[in-house]
């Protein structure tokens, strides 16, 4: 008995649903931002409130040109932004997407680690 299905119809549906190879390539480079538990400490802690290089830094215990570095790739994949005062620059959440990326990985993982219970 082989029942054989017809699936071409699902196919097309999902063929024109599929965003392009361009915007899946970004979306999953956007994703090995978040790779990063450095990156992620930096942007828990914007979430919580703007804060100055110095400041990262000794939150984190780690060097200023460290923190640096990892807020230069947020800030490329605009992920954080920047804002002068006087001589301080202070870096914040570029928008409330990137809120909503953490809090929904943070779900992810409670509800995963309550019904593994």
């Given at each position: 008995m082989n029942h054989k299905h017809n699936h071409e119809?699902?196919?097309?549906h999902?063929?024109?649903?599929?965003?392009t190879d361009e915007l899946l390539c970004d979306l999953a480079d956007l994703y090995k931002i978040f790779?990063?538990?450095t990156r992620v400490k930096i942007l828990f802690a914007l979430a919580k409130s703007e804060m100055c290089v110095c400041a990262i830094?000794?939150?984190?215990?780690?060097t200023q040109p460290a923190i640096s570095h990892q807020l230069k790739i947020l800030k490329d994949s605009n992920l954080v932004g920047n804002?002068?005062?006087g001589k301080t620059i202070?870096?914040?959440l570029a928008d409330d997407h990137?809120?909503?990326i953490i809090a929904n990985g943070f779900e992810h993982l409670i509800?995963?680690?309550n019904n593994s219970k």
């Open positions: 119809e699902l196919l097309e999902v063929r024109t649903e599929l965003p790779g990063d538990t830094a000794e939150l984190l215990g780690m804002r002068r005062d202070y870096y914040f990137v809120t909503t509800e995963e680690r």
